[in-house]
């Protein structure tokens, strides 16, 4: 069974600080995605990495895949409060359905 | 494009009645996708339909569970005799035919209270 891992699970980091959340799966893919979920609310994309050497970048969040590592990061960089929501990764393998990490929560503090 | 809507956005039961619940996909996208997410946890996959068709299911899709979509356009996901296990929010998603390769688009979601 395919499993994806996200460390950490809970993050705190103080504003302006840089931090990298990682993400390792156990079978070969190269379909990699990253989402954001605020509390309650739905899951909104971020990132979408296709091929292994992916690097996609949007404002102060980077993300990049290694496929023969099967680990993707999602780097912070000069943290804002407005980062703090729990963020998932996704694997999709054959295109019917995502296996989601089991998230970071992450909290960005003033 | 309106994006994916999902009905109700809440449902409180009690236990042993059934529920049923509505997802609208995006008007192009002929893959739909449930997922469950309990507290806490991603969301995991249950089932997954390409136009009309089923095409897959997960173990999690016990025999109270079923899903329907027979226009190949809306969805239904019904629960039968629910249990307080059942406590979740249940989320579709839709994909374009023509890039399968596309990330998914999460609609808001309904939150389902057994008690």
């Known amino acids: 069974e395919l499993k994806v891992e996200q460390n950490p699970l809970f993050l705190s980091m103080q504003e302006g600080k840089n931090y990298t959340i990682y993400c390792n799966y156990s079978t070969t893919s190269d379909r990699l995605y990253w989402y954001r979920q605020d509390p309650g609310k739905s899951l909104e994309s971020l990132f979408v990495?296709?091929?292994?050497?992916a690097v996609k970048q949007e404002g102060r969040l980077m993300a990049s895949l290694d496929t023969k590592a099967r680990l993707s990061t999602l780097h912070i960089t000069a943290a804002v409060h407005d980062l703090s929501a729990t963020y998932f990764c996704a694997v999709d393998i054959g295109g019917n359905q995502f296996y989601f990490g089991t998230g970071t929560s992450l909290t960005v503090i003033p | 494009d309106t994006g994916v809507s999902q009905d109700p956005r809440h449902k409180i039961t009690k236990r042993g009645q059934n529920v049923t619940f509505r997802c609208d996909p995006i008007?192009?996208?002929?893959?739909l996708y449930w997922y469950r997410q309990t507290l806490g946890q991603g969301p995991e996959f249950l089932t997954y339909?390409?136009?009309?068709?089923?095409?897959?299911k997960s173990r999690l899709l016990s025999d109270r569970f079923s899903a329907e979509r027979p226009k190949g356009s809306f969805s239904t996901l019904e629960i039968q005799r629910t249990e307080q296990g059942d406590s979740a929010m249940y989320l579709c998603?839709?994909?374009?035919?023509?890039?399968?390769?596309?990330?998914?688009?999460f609609g808001p979601g309904t939150r389902l209270t057994v008690t």
């Open positions: 008007s192009e996208h002929n893959r």
């Open positions: 339909f390409q136009n009309e068709a089923q095409l897959e």
């Open positions: 998603a839709s994909r374009p035919a023509d890039r399968p390769w596309s990330e998914q688009y």
């Open positions: 990495l296709l091929s292994n050497g």
